[in-house]
């Protein structure tokens, strides 16, 4: 069965300390992308990328960083420079760069600093 | 500054009664998204409107879209207690070729027994 897989599904980070989060898809789309989940809020966009070895930065990506060498593969870096990183982390991807038929979202990373 | 504002923000209802979650969006895109999410969970797509006056209807929800009012509402008939989830609308913004989709802040039922 196609779809997306992130791992781990709990993280936790020790303050200073850089984490990988990993998104993995087989439906062969073109588009990925990486939301943060705030509880009780919406979703907002950190990085997306719409090719293989090109990414751009959405409207959170202070403090993260990310990487698209392959095209199933789009991981997330947090950094210790991301100050408040506790939260639920999302990556979807979509056929193209249109996104006209919709994301298809992951299972998601919690992501806690202890 | 583009934004999507869903009410309300939380609704409490009985089973068995009618409500509409409304949508507001502030471009003139006429590609309206809904999602589904259960706590702890990821995003499900329910309905993918992709023009004015697009109707689309699964079971007991029913959304709609009028982009000349940059409106769109989800309503639910005879609700129950499996519908209990947040509800997200996300409309799609592009600028200069790059598409991404501006998401609501939800709107989180809970249905009563």
């Known amino acids: 069965d196609g779809g997306i897989t992130q791992s781990p599904k709990y993280l936790f980070r020790k303050e200073g300390q850089n984490v990988t989060l990993s998104c993995e898809q087989n439906l062969n789309h073109d588009a990925m992308y990486w939301y943060r989940q705030d509880p009780g809020q919406g979703l907002r966009l950190i990085y997306y990328?719409?090719?293989?070895?090109?990414?751009q930065k959405g409207d959170i990506a202070e403090g993260y960083s990310v990487s698209r060498e392959k095209k199933e593969s789009f991981p997330l870096t947090v950094t210790s420079a991301q100050k408040n990183p506790t939260a639920f982390y999302l990556c979807?991807?979509?056929?193209?760069?249109?996104?006209?038929?919709?994301?298809?979202f992951g299972s998601g990373t919690r992501l806690t600093v202890v | 500054e583009l934004k999507v504002e869903q009410n309300p923000l939380f609704l409490s209802m009985q089973e068995g009664k009618n409500y509409t979650i409304y949508c507001n969006y502030s471009?003139?895109?006429?590609?309206l998204y809904w999602y589904r999410q259960d706590p702890g969970k990821s995003l499900e797509s329910l309905f993918v409107?992709?023009?004015?006056?697009a109707v689309k209807q699964e079971g007991r929800l029913m959304a709609s879209l009028d982009t000349k009012a940059r409106l769109s509402t989800l309503h639910i008939t005879a609700a129950v207690h499996d519908l209990s989830a947040t509800y997200f609308c996300?409309?799609?913004?592009?600028?200069?070729?790059?598409?991404?989709?501006?998401f609501g802040t939800g709107t989180r039922l809970k249905v009563l027994a």
């Open positions: 996300a409309e799609l913004s592009s600028t200069s070729g790059t598409y991404k989709y501006i």
């Open positions: 471009t003139t895109s006429d590609r």
């Open positions: 979807a991807s979509s056929i193209d760069r249109s996104t006209i038929y919709g994301y298809t």
């Open positions: 990328s719409q090719i293989v070895n090109d990414f």
């Open positions: 409107l992709l023009s004015n006056g």
